[in-house]
């Protein structure tokens, strides 16, 4: 479990983050929403590791995260953050090897690990193309392959975690889908996801829980249902009008923005 307890986070001179409280556990998914600024990268840096508290404290399986040694971290968490500037003309083969840096292992597993991770995000017929002559959306694919193969075999027995800040806002409604499908997958295999979006329809679909930020603050956490009303997005999203109806097949929200009616402006 990473266990985050009274988080304040500090940049220039500013809290960013407020006395937060919260906790991803193995195996589930987690997807934070909220406003542009409101905290949501910053949380997902500084529970990742790569943040330091300003107050309170980030744990790790009960161990304090500021005193873990950056290898050790990066065979437990990956993270992927939401630009990746790369200009070199590597082939996108190797930029999903560079995911396996932390492991030992000769070229052979190395091999397996980007073949299998290239085919999770459909990106295996890229593999000898120029990452730079890549499209948007296919990059992003193929840096989440980069990840995922820093966590490659899914399967052990120890818990781990898989960071995503905005991973699917390159990508077209299709490939949004299959990346929290495939991060709902990992999830069976006692990974925990944590996914800052801005659909809130995403969260809503695949969440476990969702956590709502507020200026720096969690204003809620809970389940999509619990979470994901009308009068919290109102108040969260400076007066958003949204209906939110329970899918029938599913049971989850569905998030439809209302259209405010303004009375035309009549040109003589």
């Known amino acids: 479990m990473i266990k985050a307890e009274n988080l304040t986070v500090r940049l220039h001179n500013r809290d960013i983050l407020q006395a937060i409280h919260c906790a991803l556990m193995p195996g589930e998914l987690v997807c934070v929403v909220g406003c542009n ?18 107050a309170g404290h980030v744990t790790l399986q009960e161990q304090p995260l500021a005193a873990m040694r950056h290898a050790t971290l990066a065979r437990i968490r990956a993270v992927m953050p939401q630009k990746v500037q790369l200009d070199f003309p590597f082939p996108s083969a190797d930029v999903v090897a560079m995911g396996r840096m932390p492991v030992p292992e000769n070229s052979a597993q ?26 948007g959306g296919e990059q992003q694919r193929v840096q989440l392959a980069r990840v995922l ?8 027995t120890e818990p781990r975690y898989l960071f995503l800040d905005e991973t ?9 889908q299959k990346v929290f499908e495939l991060a709902l997958s990992l999830t069976h ?16 679909q695949f969440a476990d829980r969702v956590w709502m930020l507020q200026d720096g603050l969690l204003v809620a956490d809970g389940g999509p249902i619990q979470t994901l009303t ?7 999203f400076g007066g958003l009008q949204v209906s939110c109806d329970l899918d029938s097949a599913t049971g989850r929200p569905w998030i439809r923005p209302v259209r405010a009616v303004t009375q035309q402006r009549q040109v003589a």
């Not at 085919?119 to 499209?135: G, I, Q, V």
């Not at 193969?149 to 052990?156: G, K, M, R, V």
């Not at 699917?168 to 949004?176: F, G, K, M, R, V």
Request: proline residues 7%.
């Open 37 to 54: 600024g409101a905290g949501k990268s910053t949380l997902l840096s500084a529970l990742c590791g790569d943040l330091p508290a300003h």
């Open 110 to 135: 190395t091999r397996h690990a980007v073949r299998e991770c290239m085919l999770l995000t459909e990106t295996l017929h890229l593999a000898d193309r120029p990452y730079p002559s890549l499209s």
């Open 149 to 156: 193969a820093q966590l490659w075999p899914f399967d052990q």
């Open 168 to 176: 699917t806002a390159s990508l077209d409604p299709l490939h949004q």
């Open 189 to 204: 295999q006692r990974i925990g996801v944590l996914a800052v979006v801005h659909d809130m329809n995403l969260a809503a």
């Open 230 to 236: 009308p009068d919290r997005i109102a108040r969260v």
